[in-house]
């Protein structure tokens, strides 16, 4: 397949580098803007190795830059006074033990300490960010120079196993997951180096017909793409763009307008297929079903040639239905084989000239794993081991790559960025990962619940990859197959530097000879020239026979499968503690923020549905603390730092239990006298108003460094609030239910936009305006009515007079907190208010009537009891519950 030193990386050229080329599209300007408070921290290297002049064959493919010192000074003393701070203000509590309530007073204390801590944990590991470029033209010139007339058998580039994963066609709309294999199948990367393998936990029919309507679409789309270089290949995504947009970049301009055309015309036709499938495949099994001679019993599922469909059935039955039925592995595409293909030239059936194009698909594996009542699938990590199996037998590729199927390939060189860090001279044998950042397309245009993360994924992530390396998000993660089973990097091997089987590998891996003996071979085989599958020691039979047996729910019992090997079982979230397991061998991870953006997916924009999927990633996160994977526990291989790092990502539901019992605080003004938690309340108060400041300029530094907006800063605050008080609570008492035995709380599969196509075409981001009542949701409703009944309470007692001018200004610190924990609640509030959210200053106006309704209650109840039996106004309160702003908007909440 063509691929030249110039081709798509054309967006990616480093503004940083002298002679980028700079021909980024219209990101390129922001993309600049966003890069220059970076500088090169790697000259030495660069130097060295110019004058080994590359000799031992392990070019540089990729830069390091750090933020420029004018911004990472300033950023780390800020966080050092802060800290300083800290320390000086818990030593003068210590020595000021004076409260009107030693209960509430201790109980601040170990409420401050631990924000105190979990900030310090939250900071500590984001304070050498390293961002790392990607030479990718350099990478093709040293591993796949330009192939002679056409041809592209003279790559080097090793074999990447792609994994995507879905479960269920309507859910998760299989028109988007078919635009993420469409995607895959076209991206630029040697055709014969790449093969794909799509898990459907499902087990469809409808998924696995979809997948040959795709791979005859991929004859036609996949050409188009290579021959015009169009990007994204997702052809949903494509051809919402306009025509023109973006330089053309492929080799017959003159043909591109006729051949897009019926390109689009021909992907109308394949998406009316494929929502045909929901009818037809019905109506042929209703058909099958009259003609069969056997009547009564259950009504089967018929493929195309009139036999039962071995998965799930449209009318479930017996070992055919969910949860119950056999494994299904199908070669959808065989390996193509190294040499290219070149099409036809156009003719009147095919219009497209594709005499210069290599036409070849990559390889496609429809698998569906058997499941049976009785085992814990253990969703997707259960899947991926399936896949990992599966894989070794047919492709065995050295290079994993794995999708969610929402997820689709956006910038079609993705793949070799990659490969730039895993082959890498410096750490490339020591890295296990390569994580890219997730990206979304369908969120809101101001990210009302902070979906994009950007706090995380252009901050958090770099500051970990300052350190041993970004964590694995779940998606968009390049992996070193050796590494997922386990074996120890090459500068943690004793001896030789061979990792070798274990004397009793089947204990470890399970009785399959035939992946037992892949093992090795996925260790070595990096640079191995060309991908043989499948084994030939196999016939297909006997192939077919491993394939479904290593597929089977009862091929992991008594292995290390989910525990020591592959994806980690037993957990609410399988993606943080397989990184975790990885790194704590020692193991390196690598972080590759590109431009364009690698991968788009969706996102849940509705807010029940969000709130879901911040308890599931919390309560994982919990779990694990609360497993042998917590980071406490692990060796000395782990980073120091990246210990901190991962105790912070793991640890911090537990901010809840405070950050709850501090909003609640103006609760309690509404009996008892005059109080304070602390004194001398001026200096407590001075000390609060210090550590926000100094928090928020650290926050202002760092919006700087990774290019930021103040909005996404704010989002990442409010949506940290929100979870702390309706849905941390949940996860802690998820992760206490499961130490005690219990099941822990239900995880369900994150809902997907449902695409105009299916019905009438819904509004845009009508998900956003949809109101589900929950559980989840009370918590941050009292929360906000709290706030709101303290603020009115106020307001009467200022209408109601008699307030010194001193008691005053202290009731006006109070309400700062009170509209401040509303601020951070807006979001929420918006969220719950459905439709009516689309007229915000609504919000106002009953806001407003909400406070004159409770200051009128208020002055009237003070009319009416006699004066002087109310108690007078306690501001202390109010106050202490400023530490909760103190808390870090830490990990991706
Ligand atoms: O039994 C299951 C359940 C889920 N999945 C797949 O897992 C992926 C992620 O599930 P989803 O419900 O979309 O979760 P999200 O919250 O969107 O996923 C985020 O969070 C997960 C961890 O909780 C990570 O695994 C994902 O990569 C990350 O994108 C999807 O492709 C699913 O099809 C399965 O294959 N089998
Ligand atoms: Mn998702």
Redesign the pocket.
Known sequence: MPSTATGNDAGLADPLLPGGDGTGRAAGASSKDKNKNWVPADEEEVLAAEERGGEDGRPLLYRTFKVRGILLHPYRLINLARLILIIQFFIWRMRHRDSDSMVLWWITVVGDFWFGVSWLLNQASKLNPIRRVPNIALLNEQFDPPAVAGGGGSSQLPCVDVF?????PVD?PVLC?MNSVLSILATDYPVGRHATYF???GGSLVHYEALLETARFAALWAPFCRKHRVEPRAPESYFAAAAADGPYAGDAPGQFLDDRRHVRREYEEFKERLAALFTIIPQRSEAYERESTKRGGARATYMADGSHWPGTWIEPAENHKKGQHAAIVQVVLKHPGDEPQLGAPASSDSPLDLSAVDVRLPMLVYIAREKRPGYD????A???NVQLRVSALLSNAPFII??????YINNSAAFRAAMCFMLDGRHGEDTAFVQFP?RFDDVDPTDRYCNHNRVFFDATALGLNGLQGPSY????CMFRRAALYSADPPRWQPGDGVSKLPDNPWRQFGNSMPFINSVPLATHQEHRPVAPPPPASLDDKRLAAELADVSTCAYEDGTEWGYGVGWVYNI?????VTGFRIHRKGWRSMYCAMEPDAFR????INLTERLY?IL??SG?SLDMFLSRNCPLLAGRRLHPMQRVAYTNMTIYPISAAFIFAYDLLPLMWLSGSEFYIQKPFQTYAAYMFAGIAMMEMSGLVEIRWAGLTLLDWCRNEQFYMIGATGVYPAAVLHSLLRLVGLKGLP??????PQSASGGEARERFAELYDVQWAPLLVPTVVVTAVNVAAIGAAAGRVAAGGWSFAQLAGAAGGLVFNAWVLLLLYPFVLGIMGRWSKRPYLLFVMLVVALAAIALAHVALLAVLAPGSVPPFRLGRWWSGVGAIISPASWRF
């Open positions: 995507i994963n879905t479960v269920d998760e997951t898990s459907d936990d699938h253990q969703k997707k259960g899947a991926m794995n999708f969610d199927g929402d997820h997730q998000v779940g998606t968009g609410a979230t399988e993606d943080v997916g969706t996102a849940p999927q599931r990633w994982g995880f369900k599969l994150t809902s997907k």
